[in-house]
């Protein structure tokens, strides 16, 4: 039998636990690979007729996570930034997506400076899954056409995040507020 959405929703409720703090990412992670193995889920979120943009496909009312599909028309390399508290989970349906990390070496006591440097590069492709854990400062790039279905931990358009540019060597504090009012936000 697939494993379908519905399974998959069902087994994250007992690998996530935001009020204990209970989070099985590496487990989520492969369940979301075998949910993307079903290739008529794949199509139904993913195919040529879904519509451009982000798709709520499930949101738990007791544990908050979320499962979304991003159907990216354009291409786009987003900022280097973090998802405050919450995690992320991707695995790549059409295209590819390109994950790098970073870590944070200064030492965060002048206000807007901030200097990065890149401490791991990958690439998912169809059928492959990665993750950012809470505050991992991270940044993505597809091409346009490419495809995914996104887990989070919560809303992240809810959150207070941190984005940050290498070139300026700064960072800029992200509210929600801000993120009402800034198309594609929640592409990243
Ligand atoms: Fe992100």
Redesign the pocket.
């Known amino acids: 039998m697939a494993y379908e959405l519905d399974d998959f929703c069902e087994d994250c409720k007992d690998l996530i636990d935001p009020a204990t703090g209970k989070k099985d990412l590496d487990a989520v992670r492969n369940n979301l690979e075998k949910l993307c193995q079903n290739q008529e889920f794949v199509d139904a979120t993913c195919g040529p007729d879904a519509k451009a943009g982000v798709h709520t496909l499930y949101r738990d009312a007791d544990k908050d996570f979320m499962v979304l599909s991003h159907i990216n028309a354009e291409s786009r390399t987003?900022p280097p930034?973090?998802?405050g508290a919450s995690w992320?989970i991707y695995c790549q349906a059409v295209e590819y997506t390109e994950m790098t990390e970073y870590d944070r070496t200064d030492d965060s006591s002048v206000q807007g400076h901030a200097e990065l440097e890149v401490t791991k590069k990958y690439r998912l492709d169809p059928g492959n899954a990665g993750y950012?854990d809470s505050h991992c400062i991270?940044?993505?790039h597809f091409p346009a056409g490419a495809r995914f279905i996104r887990v989070t931990g919560t809303d992240?358009t809810k959150l207070t995040t941190k984005k940050f540019s290498m070139d300026e060597q700064s960072v800029t504090v992200v509210t929600p507020n801000d993120k009402a009012g800034a198309a594609g936000s929640a592409a990243?």
């Open positions: 987003s930034h973090d998802h992320a950012f991270h940044s993505i992240l990243a």
